[in-house]
């Protein structure tokens, strides 16, 4: 089978900003990736060289072909920024895509699947941003692609839109469709992507699947403790402790020692309020990869940003 895409050392620089040093990667048909990667990565410019909407060094092949001879009805893209005419309504807007291509889908069908129904009437200028965002991402399926670019297709979508757009995506792998994607949203990466491509500083410098970047990069289990008094410095438990946002921060606890943690806190004359523990996940990959945490819109921020109530120490402890 031939790879839906194939890139070989692509690189582009701005003067003297360098946005991809030698990017290599092959996205098989079917296959959902997502790259993921702190703002200036070089994301746009990777998926824009993937698919000939800018110049690059290297090799890009789409089924084979080069991105300028490959038939334009197999490709739908979503740009990162897209300004469609802003006075037609989203049925138009649809209307007006699908005319481009000698064949295009029931445009009744595109509304559907992007939730516009019940807005297919109203002008694009008089849509949310959210529902703005999912005109564009229809714009993107109306030809019913083989291959779909996505540059952050769920940015300023609610939280009830990016579940039924990620479902839509879910949908559209199962029938076959070959999903690129980016976005700043870890969670969305981790249920979405068969493989998920971190780019920092213009190169690619991990990819797999979730679940092995995770194992590789994810780092120990973690307890979140909310303490009900001062913590002792230092503060001997057995276990490797952080302070972080006045919680403290308990690393590599299996769930049979959480006891043991409680027990140790008590005799430190530390209460415990609540706690919550949780498996190392994506965002954790993230953080070990590039020095930064993902924040709440999720964009990178530097993890001291984060901890600005009380900087993070390490407490020693044997382990
Ligand atoms: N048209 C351009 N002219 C000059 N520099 C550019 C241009 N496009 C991108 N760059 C630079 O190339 C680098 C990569 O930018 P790019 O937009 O690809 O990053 P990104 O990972 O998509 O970022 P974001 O997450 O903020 O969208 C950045 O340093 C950016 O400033």
Redesign the pocket.
């Known amino acids: 089978m031939t790879a839906a895409i194939v890139a070989e050392d692509v690189a582009?620089t701005?003067?003297d900003?360098v946005?991809?040093d030698g990017v290599s990667l092959t996205v098989e048909e079917g296959e959902v990736l997502a790259l993921v990667?702190?703002?200036?990565?070089?994301?746009?410019?990777?998926?824009?060289a993937l698919t000939g909407t800018t110049d690059a060094e290297g090799r890009v092949e789409l089924f084979g072909q080069s991105p300028q001879s490959v038939a334009r009805s197999r490709v739908g893209l979503l740009p990162?920024s897209f300004d469609p005419p802003d006075r037609l309504t989203a049925r138009e807007l649809l209307d007006y895509y699908g005319g481009l291509y000698d064949e295009s889908r029931d445009i009744q069908t595109v509304l559907a699947d992007v939730g516009l129904q019940d807005s297919a009437s109203t002008a694009y200028e008089n849509l949310s941003g959210g529902q703005q965002r999912r005109v564009c991402v229809g714009s993107a399926l109306v030809n019913d692609p083989d291959l779909l670019v996505l540059?952050?297709p769920t940015t300023g979508i609610d939280p009830a839109g990016r579940r039924a757009l990620w479902r839509l995506l879910e949908r559209l792998a199962d029938g076959g469709t070959t999903v690129l994607l980016?976005t700043?949203y870890m969670a969305e990466a981790e249920r979405l992507a068969d493989r998920v491509g971190l780019?920092d500083d213009?190169e690619l410098t991990a990819l797999d699947s979730p679940r092995a970047l995770v194992e590789a990069h994810g780092g120990e289990t973690r307890l979140t403790v909310d303490v009900e008094d001062a913590i002792p410095e230092p503060l001997d438990i057995g276990f490797e402790t952080l302070r972080r946002d006045g919680q403290l921060v308990v690393r590599d606890v299996p769930p049979t020692a959480i006891g043991d943690v409680v027990d140790g806190l008590t005799e430190a004359g530390v209460g415990v309020a609540s706690l919550s523990w949780r498996e190392p996940d994506l965002e954790d990959v993230y953080l070990d990869l590039t020095g930064r945490a993902v924040g709440f819109s999720g964009?990178a921020v530097d993890p001291e940003e984060l901890d600005a109530a009380g900087p993070v120490s390490t407490d020693g402890g044997n382990r």
Do not use: I, S
């Not at 990667?37 to 824009?48: D, E, F, M, S, Y």
């Open positions: 582009r701005y003067g900003t946005a991809l990667g702190p703002n200036g990565a070089g994301k746009t410019t990777l998926v824009r990162q540059d952050e980016t700043h780019l213009g964009d």
